[in-house]
Structures are given as C-alpha cells and as structure tokens.
C-alpha cells in the first residue's frame, strides 16, 4: 500500500467522524487545542477527554492504561507497574510526544521522552490528548501531538479517602483535602503505591518491585476573570528492573512540577495570563554512578483578544533546560535553552471555523526555526460537520543526542508536515466519526555508522484512519474506537518498531444510582520489537471488568478485575530474555470515603 492519505480522503466526506471522543457526556470546553477555552464541538482538532469518572473507574491502572484504550495511542511497558512506558501517538516516536501537566511541559531533557510511569491518577481531573502536530503553539515535541494532565481543583469543602489492594503483595492509598472559602481555595494531597511485583520474564523467577509516594498542594484566589494560582505536586520512589543478562537493577526516581500562574482579564475583551514553572526530572541509578537529571525553567506569557467572532491570541515563552547525564561512566552538562513568539486567530461562524497559527522559535543550540497550521471546519446541519488541517511540527535535539555518547552539537530539530481530514455525525444518542491523516517526518535523528556520531540521516511516513462509534441513552454508554496505522521508514519500506498496525477498544456500561458495571476489549495486531533484533511482538486482546457499589452517601467499593481471561502477553521485549510479560489476571478492591 503505496498511501493511504488519496483513497481515504475521498471517501471521508460520505464518512462520519468524531473529532472528540468523549468520556460520558462532551465537556462543555477543552483547552489543550488552541490553549484557550474552545467548545468541545468546535474545535478542529483530533481530541480525546478522559475525564474524572473515567479514572475513578480505572483503580488498579495506571496512566498506560488508561492511554492505551483510545485510537492513535500505542503504549509500550517492560513489564507491570513502575517499569518503562512509553507512549507512541499516532506512530511517532515516544519522544515526540508532549506531555503537559497543567500546561507545563515534563518531557526529560536528557533523552526527551516522559517516565510516564510514575504519575499516579489520584490527582488527575481529566485528560485531553490532541493528536497530530502542535508545536505552533508549545514548540518542541509535539509531532505526535500533546497530551495534558489536568489537575484537580478546590470547589468546595471536602475530603476524600482511597484505599486499594491487588495481588503481588500491592496496595495503595491516598488522601485529599480541599478547602473553599469564597474566592480562596486551598487543597492537600498525599498518597503512595507500593508493590512486590512479579517475574518479568518466563525464565527468570526474580519479581521486579515498585514503590511511589506522591505529595502535593494547591493555593488559589479567583474573582472572575482575575485569578492567581500556585501548585506543587511530586512523585518519588524506587522501581526495580532488568538489566542485560538478567541483572538485577534498581533506580530512584524524582518527578515534581511548581508553577505559578495569574490570570487578568484586562478590560472588556482582553484576557492576559503570565505562568512561571519549574519542573524536574531526576533518575539516579543504585548499582552504577549513572544518572539523568533535568530541571526546566518556563515563563509563558499569553494574551487573547476577542472581537466578535475572533479570537486572536499572541504569546511568548522562555525555557531553560538545565541538564546533566553519566551513561555508561561518560557524562555531560549544560544548558539548553529556548525562547519563542506565537500568533494565533480563531474565527468562529454560524458554519464555517478558522484557525491560523505560526510560531518562531530560537535556540543557541539550533538556530532558528518556523511552525505552523491552517485548519477549517464546516457545519452542514446541526450535529454534522467536516474539518481539514495542514500543520507543521518540530523536535529539537535532546542532551542525550547532543552530548552523550556519539553526541553531535551540530544536530538540527527533527521535522513535520502534517495533513488531516476528518468529520462528525450525531443522530439520536449515537456519535459516530472517521479521521484520516498523513504525516511526514524529516531530519529524523540516528546514529551514524560511517561517522560514529548522531546525524540527521531517517525519514518517516506516518498515516492511518481513526474510527469512532459512541451510544449513550439512559443507564447505557457504549464507546468504540478503532484505528489503522501505517508507520513507514522511508528509507527502506519498512514499519517503524513497536506501533502496532491495528487497534480496537470498546466499553460498554450500565450506570444506576447506586451502583454500575462495565467492561472492555483492548486488541491490538502484532508488531516488531525493535530494528536490533528480528522478535515480533504477537497480537492480543485483553477483556477487563469493573464495578462500584455505592454504600452511603459517604462511601462506596470498587472492584476491578485485569486481564479476565488470565492471557499471557507482553508490549515489548528484551533480545535473548524474550517478551517481557504484561501482567496477569489482577483483582483489585478499593474502598472509597468522600465527606
């Protein structure tokens, strides 16, 4: 199959598409598209909100998991709880994927992707993912596209308990206290997650633990458009893993993100923000003198003026990534920074939408370098409408590529071109859509046997098709995403490793009162390994279950059960050791306190 972009772009306009699919019901505004507050049927991207009730559901998981049930998302582990994981949207690599927690980005500095495993659900209000470019407006990473964590805030006086238990000697706990008093809001939370683990490979009987305590507070005053905000939140521990030969290997770990943000609404049109953040990533390794450091400092500025039906927004932002790596005994150390301009217009007719951005950024390291996008959507009737997007997308060089071994200061940022169409349908409670996309990556980042340094020597094609099918009425809601993906090395025709070619998820569940059920299927088609051995990772479908029973007001039991069938199946694998195994059937029970 020379493309699928041609054919499929043809029949998109007879197809319907979602261009958000949704957690229950739409939300009323998702933000991470345009960075500002845009009606969850308007905007013009591709956007997933996984939001709060979802995640309540989801105890026993964690943020893979929760990921690797939507179209466009494949999620690779070494193993269970507290090993590797990586996210691969839309058939980018894991590190041109960003991931924002309240718009502040965590990706490492040392080798650009995120330890997505250690960020608990506890604290999560909802999740918004946009796939496809947007470095038009948070510059580097977003090739894939962007996935934001968003907090939970104070509305009012409350505390909520959780505690859980699982196999393998797991179990986890947390505690929550938010505090309104008219304008002020305040809240505390503290938790922990520790398990014994079990073998991560068939042939090696040695369980592999994973402790993580989280921390954090929240401070806020808000009177209309006029608030000022600051949080910290951190998560620490020790995760326990396999090295070459079966070694048995151990690391501490430190993630934790401050930010301080003021809004001002500066008349009747004009809304300015000024956000400053300091975020850190800290792995240091138990049996060896390696580690991997960084610490990002971020100031954004962002101004939106309206005008009737535009929405024009101009910003800045400055970032210093302060990063410091030994691999292998050979080290390095620097900063790396980065400062950016970026103009964006929304217009937003009966029928037809607009959006135009463009962003330049400049870096001592790279140089300067230009993004951006033109999108558009028209509504036929009401429920029904098209969309069409060109973008551009960036990834500059990380500390690894630069400094570490092979390094080469010389690197220029990776880069995109992206093309989407895609459509919406509603009719009666069902929702139903398709997207199309193609997405070409130039200047990828490899290491160079005739140079024996890293250089801009790969290109990629990645394209596929996302198909949505939603029901919800009454006590029911029946969500079905599926996907098909074609990751391509241009160089050579072949699949890029580890992005499965299909996909598919459904969720069906009945919701009463005082108690729900539900379940889901996750399938995905075999895979390669990697480019340095010849292991194919097999296909698999996994069924779960869940359940909640609401005891009082005040408290109520989930029971959740992973894995059902008891499959043994693995996402990755590590050469001679085999496939590292994903967990087995897992039975988790919580019980839940909310006054």
């Known amino acids: 199959m020379k493309s699928l972009f041609l054919p499929l772009t043809a029949a998109l306009a007879l197809a319907p598409h979602a261009g958000l699919a949704a957690d229950t019901e739409l939300p009323e505004v998702v933000i991470t598209a345009t960075a500002t507050p845009v009606s969850a049927d308007s905007t013009l991207a591709s956007v997933i909100v996984i939001g709060r009730d979802t995640l309540e559901s989801a105890r026993g998981q964690d943020l893979g998991d929760v990921l690797r049930l939507h179209a466009g998302i494949d999620v690779v582990r070494s193993g269970g709880r507290g090993q590797q994981t990586s996210v691969f949207l839309r058939g980018a690599n894991s590190n041109q994927t960003l991931l924002l927690v309240d718009g502040v980005r965590i990706n490492s500095g040392t080798y650009g992707g995120v330890n997505l495993q250690n960020l608990g659900l506890e604290n999560i209000e909802r999740i918004e993912v946009v796939r496809g470019p947007r470095s038009s407006l ?55 997650f520790y398990t014994d683990g079990y073998p991560l490979f068939s042939n090696n009987n040695a369980p592999r633990g994973y402790k993580n305590s989280e921390i954090g507070a929240g401070l806020g005053w808000g009177d209309g458009r006029n608030s000022l905000r600051a949080s910290y939140q951190k998560n620490s521990g020790r995760s326990e893993y396999l090295g070459f030969g079966n070694t048995l290997l151990s690391q501490d770990f430190v993630n934790d993100v401050s930010r301080l943000e003021a809004r001002a609404g500066l008349g009747e049109n004009i809304d300015s923000s000024l956000r400053v953040s300091l975020a850190r990533d800290r792995i240091d390794q138990l049996d060896s003198t390696d ?17 009737g039906e535009h929405l024009l927004t101009i910003g800045a932002s400055y970032s210093d990534d302060d990063v410091s790596a030994v691999i292998f005994g050979g080290g390095y150390g620097d900063v790396i920074n980065h400062h950016a301009v970026f103009l964006q217009e929304q217009f937003t007719g009966d029928s037809l939408s607009l959006l135009l951005a463009a962003r330049h950024e400049s870096s001592e390291q790279f140089g300067d370098h230009q993004t951006g996008e033109l999108a558009t959507g028209l509504t036929f009737a009401e429920g029904q409408r098209l969309r069409a997007s060109v973008s551009t997308g ?29 459509s919406e349908h509603r009719a009666g409670p069902w929702r139903f859509g398709t997207s199309v996309y193609r997405n070409d990556v130039d200047e990828l980042i490899d290491f160079d046997m005739n140079t024996f340094q890293m250089q801009n020597i790969r290109r990629a094609r990645l394209e596929g098709v996302e198909l949505t099918a939603d029901f919800t009425q009454g006590h029911w809601s029946w969500r079905n995403q599926a996907g ?61 279950l869940h359940g909640q029973l609401q005891l009082d007001k005040n408290a109520h039991v989930a029971l959740r059960i992973d894995n059902v069938a008891d499959k043994t199946y693995g996402l990755a694998a590590a050469g001679g050791n085999g496939v590292y195994l994903a967990p087995p059937r897992t039975t988790t029970l919580t019980l839940a306190l909310d006054f």
């Open 394 to 422: 960036f990834r500059a060089p990380d500390g690894n590529q630069l400094y570490g071994f092979g390094g080469n200061p010389s690197l220029r940022p990776e880069e995109s071109r992206n093309l989407e169409i895609g």
């Open 138 to 192: 948070y510059g580097s990473d977003a090739i894939g596209g962007v996935i934001n964590i968003i907090t939970r805030q104070s509305t009012r006086n409350a505390t909520a308990i959780r505690l859980s238990a699982s196999r393998d000697e797991t179990a986890s706990g947390s505690f929550r206290q938010d505090l309104r008093a008219g304008a002020v809001s305040a809240s505390f939370n503290a938790g922990g």
């Open 291 to 307: 580690f991997a450091h960084t610490e990002r400092r971020e100031v954004r500025w962002q101004n939106d003026l309206r005008a």
């Open 484 to 544: 098909y993906l074609r990751p391509r090395d241009r160089d050579n025709d072949q699949d890029l490793s580890r992005r499965p070619r299909r996909s598919l998820g459904s969720q069906l569940e009945f919701r009463q009162e005082r108690y729900r059920v539900g379940g889901e299927v996750i399938a995905k088609s075999r895979n390669d390994n990697s480019g340095f051995d010849s292991i194919v990772i097999p296909g698999h479908a996994v069924f779960n």
